[in-house]
């Protein structure tokens, strides 16, 4: 089967060979022949031939070599000459005569390409630059298009595999190098140019990267050229496309450690420099300046942010930002003249973004609280009394010189940069507390909240003079991914959406992350951060009435369970009262909560429906945002627990613990635990939940029969092998998996206090007891584990101790030794005496079913006996009333039952009259073996109806058999 082509083939035009390559080839190498007659031939293969067969690239190969020797480094220019038209039919698709392994076509086209290398190292200006252009459209696949785009696709990524076997690409970029630093026009020359724009074109190509980025020193060359931006602006842009797409493909790594040992993150920084001071008005700088931006962006990280740190980049992208509203006294300021234009409103948000990346390193921290970057964002917050400005692109002009203003952005660009800000103001406001608080920072952005939650306004074009602005349509702004309901056919706005939704959820967002716990501080030298700036943030908004206003706007909401991104607005909502609770220095915010209708919110939201989980919509985040509330709001506080109680908050989280996600239980465990701790109310009620119905759940159960079973599963997820009837193992670890090293600093028992549920669940049951008889076998079983869970534990931690030591190879001193191994003693007697204390409690209860088996197998058996009575006498009667041997024993044995029935009875007392040998006479003359049924024997009276006393009923059996008609 013949392969693909590397390179697209077509028919040849001119099926007639307008010479022979060997005969040219001789042709060459003779000395004696004249060099016009050379110059023909090599003139002639051009206007031969439109395609070249594959398999005479070789040959082409060796004609290019033995024409460059007679050029003599430029002497003889006109070989050149003849050299370029043959490489522009070379660069052309090939045609194939024979079929070809697609190895053996990849090797032919590598050796031509190292070829156009070794040539290009010694060729002048203009042959260099045909090569290189004859290279860009090897790499291409030639320069025609007929067959389908996912053909071309597959021939252009073959032809950029061989380019990247070859050594083409290192050898224009130590040619480019050496042209970069010629003296004179070095800036003028076409070649490099053309080379510039080829490596533009090469680094698409994922291998291609790899290998430019390994010649390191050439790629220094190319970012020295954005230093002078403004001589030639074509090689800034090919250099600058060099640069992108080395950073943004598998040679990124290497591209960052040669730019932090080299002088390339210094480079960007002054070409950064002066386009952001040149730019204003042109259209081609302010293009790279953001292109810059955005790939100094991508450059950031942990590595390169010391470097980076170094250089004029970060003031100079935060003077960028604040300079055209604030101003400021550094002269660069007087030359950022930035417009209203789309090109310089990519520039605000590129440089917002790269302060938010830069924000969470530690070196750039120090310049950012120096800056007015703070004060430009609250300037750019959205609040009730603010008059919007009308529609305009034209730069502001100030009037009052102290007092600074926006640009004139558009309605759907400055919804955009408002969203924008919060975002950033989320990242950057933690960092600059003091600068925060100085600019009253909370009542901004709770005044934000206030006009972001207000009802929208009847008329959907004007606006009124309180500023209440309507804007255009809703989700401007990237940022507003999903909030796309206002002005749909169907939709409510008063109730759905009033066009502000973003805007309400990254206050909220940028609010959490101010009163957090110190979890967004950066801190990279990983010591205790300091709290104390979140506890005054915290303070404020308190102060201000944050807790009533969050509160009234949960409770007041229009209820939509299934809208993802009202549920991303309640979640960010509880995520900041709950960092408020917990900087609560005295408890006192607890009361204001409940007093506020917090309770309200936290039943509201726990009461939720449990199918609502599965359609990932972000209700996961809300319960366990809601819960985190609870937890830190609830226990201790003398008003929220008993509203809470009375509402039903414990039936809620038992309800989440069966039927929620299996994620959130370690959390509601917790919160359980500390409920009873606070209030004992909570564990009657507890106790008294039943479990509901349900798909996943079908049968009733009792709180007690959930945590056992929450129990079992967390050791099945653990990876602990239960023995039979869920006894401990026979382990000297029975808590820990089978394969758990006590040596181990990855995992230790007690780190499986923090993985798992056990912890919880057994404090739990410490607060409601252990005492429940009637539990099947099982769970008294898995109950017995529980209440020795803290032992288990504590010998455990003994063990792993032990075991550390002789690790180390620390020998402990005699008491210390001693109670190590009494401490080994008592692990080993805990887990026997349990193992054995649990068999047999299963045995007790297998003796006792069996019991119960027999009792009720007895039962039926007595309540059945006189029909089995009635089967035995049916068949005695046919017997004996069939067969005369059957009729003689049975006579027989009835004289023997009369005189055992006589013998039964007790002595006759004195004064009586015997009738013994009155009755053994009669009976013993009887000739039948049935009875009359008004003869009643002896020994079936009743003990006492004739004065005498019978024996137990030895043959009562055989004398009802004997005595009754069958």
């Not at 924000?359 to 970057?373: G, N």
């Not at 943030?537 to 991104?565: E, H, P, S, W």
């Not at 109950?783 to 803290?790: E, M, S, V």
Request: proline content about 3%.
């Amino acid at each position: 089967m013949k392969s693909k082509t590397i390179l697209q083939s077509f028919p040849a035009s001119n099926s007639k060979l307008g010479c022979s390559f060997h005969d040219i080839i001789k042709l060459l190498r003779d000395t004696d022949i004249e060099r016009e007659r050379q110059i023909h031939a090599l003139k002639r293969i051009a206007r031969s031939y439109q395609e070249f067969d594959l398999l005479d690239l070789p040959l082409i190969e060796q004609i290019v070599l033995a024409a460059c020797e007679k050029a003599e480094g430029g002497l003889n220019p006109s070989f050149y000459s003849c050299v370029v038209d043959i490489l522009s039919v070379a660069s052309k698709p090939y045609r194939h005569t024979a079929t070809i392994k697609l190895e053996e076509e990849i090797r032919i086209v590598v050796s031509f390409l190292n070829t156009l290398g070794i040539v290009l190292k010694d060729a002048s200006p203009d042959f260099a630059n045909s090569i290189v252009s004859t290279s860009l459209l090897l790499f291409r696949g030639g320069t025609d298009c007929h067959f389908q785009n996912k053909e071309l696709e597959e021939i252009r990524r073959k032809c950029g595999q061989c380019m990247s076997q070859s050594m083409l690409p290192k050898d224009i970029m130590i040619t480019l190098k050496k042209a970069l630093h010629t003296d004179g026009q070095r800036w003028q020359h076409s070649f490099v140019t053309s080379a510039m724009f080829a490596l533009a074109e090469m680094t698409r190509n994922e291998d291609l990267c790899i290998a430019v980025a390994n010649e390191w020193k050439s790629v220094e060359e190319i970012l020295a050229v954005l230093e002078n931006a403004t001589l030639n602006l074509e090689l800034v842009e090919c250099a600058m496309e060099i640069l992108w797409n080395l950073v943004e493909s598998k040679a990124k790594t290497v591209v960052l450690t040669n730019l932090i040992g080299s002088s390339g993150i210094p480079s960007l920084a002054k070409s950064f420099h002066n386009l952001l001071l040149v730019a204003c008005g042109n259209h081609i700088l302010s293009r790279l300046r953001n292109d810059i931006l955005v790939v100094l962006t991508l450059l950031l990280t942990k590595s390169s942010a010391e470097a980076m740190s170094e250089t004029s980049i970060f003031t100079d992208v935060l003077r960028g930002l604040t300079a055209p509203e604030i101003g400021g006294s550094h002269p660069d300021n007087k030359k950022l003249k930035l417009s209203c234009e789309n090109i310089d409103l990519e520039f605000h948000k590129f440089g917002l973004i790269f302060v938010q990346k830069a924000s969470k390193f530690e070196p750039f921290i120090p310049a950012l609280q120096k800056s007015k970057l703070l004060l430009l964002l609250f300037l750019y917050l959205p609040q009730e009394n603010v008059k919007q400005t009308k529609n305009s692109t034209s730069t502001n002009t100030r009037k009052d010189k102290g007092s600074p203003q926006l640009r004139h952005w558009s309605l759907p660009i400055r919804e955009e940069l408002e969203i924008l800000s919060l975002a950033t103001l989320g990242t950057v406001a933690p960092l600059c507390l003091e600068t925060f608080l100085r600019l009253r920072g909370g009542t901004q952005l709770l005044k934000s909240i206030s006009w972001a939650s207000h009802p929208r306004e009847i008329s959907p074009t004007s606006e009124t003079e309180t500023g209440g602005r309507i804007f255009l349509g809703a989700g401007n702004s990237t940022l507003s991914a999903g909030d796309f309901r206002l002005e749909m056919e169907g939709s409510t706005p008063v109730e759905l959406n009033n066009g502000r939704r973003t805007h309400l959820l990254f206050c909220f967002k940028a609010l959490n992350q101010l009163v957090s716990f110190g979890d967004n501080i950066n801190n990279t030298r990983g010591e205790q951060p300091d709290i104390t700036g979140n506890c005054q943030v915290a303070q404020d908004l308190v102060d201000q009435g944050i807790i009533d206003q969050i509160c009234n706007y949960l409770n007041n909401r229009k209820k939509a369970l299934t809208d993802g991104f009202d549920i991303s607005i309640q979640t960010e909502a509880l995520g900041v009262l709950g960092n408020i609770m917990k900087n609560d220095p005295q408890g006192h915010w607890k009361e204001l909560f409940g007093t506020s209708g917090g309770v309200t919110v936290l039943l509201n939201t726990l009461e939720i429906d449990h199918t609502l989980f599965d359609m990932n919509i972000g209700c996961f985040d809300l319960i366990s945002a809601c819960v985190h509330l609870a937890w830190l709001a609830v226990p201790g506080s003398s008003v929220c627990e008993p509203l809470f109680f009375d509402g039903g908050g414990i039936n809620y989280l038992l309800a989440l613990l069966q039927l929620g996600p299996r994620s959130l239980h370690n959390q509601i465990l917790g919160c359980l635990v500390d409920l009873m701790e606070a209030n004992v109310n909570a564990v009657s009620l507890f106790k008294s939940w039943e479990g509901q119905s349900d798909e996943k759940v079908p049968k009733l159960c009792s709180s007690v029969e959930l945590l056992i079973d929450l129990w079992r599963k967390d050791e099945q997820d653990f990876g602990v092998v239960i023995a039979e009837n869920n006894i401990v193992p026979d382990t000297t670890n029975p808590l820990m998996r089978d394969d758990w090293n006590p040596v181990s600093t990855e995992e230790t028992s007690v780190s499986e206090i923090f993985q798992t549920k056990r912890s919880k669940i057994f404090a739990i049951f410490c607060k409601i007891g252990f005492d429940f008889p009637n539990m099947n076998i099982s769970d008294q079983v898995t109950l017995k584990t529980i209440k020795a869970y803290h032992k288990l534990k504590m010998c455990e931690i003994w063990r792993e101790i032990s075991e550390s030591l002789k690790e180390k190879r620390i020998s402990p001193v005699e008491p210390d030794e001693a109670m190590l191994t009494a401490a080994r003693q008592a692990s080993a007697y805990l887990v026997t005496s349990l193992r054995e204390s649990q068999a047999d409690d299963v045995l007790r209860d297998r003796d006792a079913q069996e019991a119960d088996l027999n009792g009720t197998f007895t039962t039926i058996l007595d309540s059945l006996r006189n029909e089995i009575a009635a089967d035995e006498k049916q068949k005695t009667f046919l017997e004996r009333t069939s067969n005369h041997s059957t009729l003689k024993m049975m006579r027989s044995q009835q004289l023997a039952t009369l005189r055992n029935s006589r013998a039964a009875c007790a002595e006759i007392p004195d004064g009586s009259v015997d009738h013994t040998e009155e009755i053994g006479a009669y009976s013993d003359n009887l000739n039948t073996t049935v009875l009359a049924s008004n003869i009643q024997l002896t020994a079936l009276l009743q003990p006492g109806t004739d004065g005498r006393e019978l024996d137990a009923t030895t043959t009562r059996g055989k004398l009802e058999a004997l005595s009754t008609h069958a």
